[in-house]
């Protein structure tokens, strides 16, 4: 089946880059979407098409896809950047059309 | 302003039914295809599946784990999209999420979430 992997928990200090990847074989090929979450609350798009922003979402946050490995890129960690982190890829050519990865539990020390 | 809420969580009992439902609105409901994600407690999200929009027939495709138990049905004169839920097990607990589709600017993001409705499966 078509897995997407992501680790469990970055960590990282304010102000710092956090980089949150995303593999699966070939995934350059296809488009990815990723998603904020924070406790209790509904998923929010924050990067789509791998590296397209939607308004309101700031430009230190970023994203890049190649090969067999999708990353999301946060820089200058702030306080409220801590949730986690949800890559997803559509893929109409087979199923399951719709996965998401893990999940990534991002800290800020 | 684009607004999702979904209703209809409870607690039911394993094998039992439960309609949920997604109220859009701020936006033209029928020209989005409209998606459904759960979330079981403290884990990670899984999609339960979408509907296309009427331009493309408002086909469905579901998740291994619900298809044949779950239909996704919508209503674009009221701006509602159904989850209709038989069969239903203790591993259907959770939040789901009805989201939007962004296939007007024909990509395949989900731009905007509702806040999500209970389900709990439980005897």
């Known amino acids: 089946s078509y897995v997407l992997t992501q680790p469990p928990s970055v960590s990282v200090a304010p102000g710092k880059t956090a980089r949150i990847t995303c593999g699966r074989k070939n995934i350059g090929d296809k488009s990815v979407h990723w998603y904020q979450q924070k406790p209790g609350q509904a998923p929010v798009l924050v990067v789509y098409d791998d590296s397209d922003r939607p308004s309101g979402i700031p430009e230190r946050i970023s994203g890049s896809n190649s090969g067999d490995t999708a990353t999301l890129t946060i820089s200058g960690v702030e306080a409220g950047d801590e949730a986690d982190y949800y890559c997803q890829v559509w893929d109409s050519t087979h199923e399951p059309y719709v996965v998401f990865g893990g999940g990534t539990k991002l800290t800020v020390l | 302003e684009v607004q999702l809420v979904e209703s209809g969580g409870d607690l039911v009992q394993p094998g039992r039914s439960l309609r949920l439902s997604c109220t859009a609105s701020?936006?033209?409901?029928?020209?989005?295809?409209m998606s459904w994600v759960r979330q079981a407690p403290g884990k990670g999200l899984e999609w339960v599946g979408f509907i296309r929009s009427k331009a493309y027939a408002g086909t469905t495709e579901y998740a291994a784990s619900v298809k044949g138990r779950f239909t996704i049905s919508r209503d674009d004169s009221k701006s509602i999209a159904y989850l209709q839920m038989n069969s239903l097990k203790t591993e259907d607990t959770g939040f789901y999420y009805c989201?939007?589709?962004?296939?007007?600017?024909?990509?395949?993001?989900?731009?905007?979430w509702g806040q999500g409705t209970l389900v709990t499966v439980s005897s």
């Open positions: 989201s939007r589709v962004n296939v007007v600017a024909e990509r395949t993001d989900q731009d905007y």
């Open positions: 701020g936006f033209t409901f029928g020209d989005y295809a």
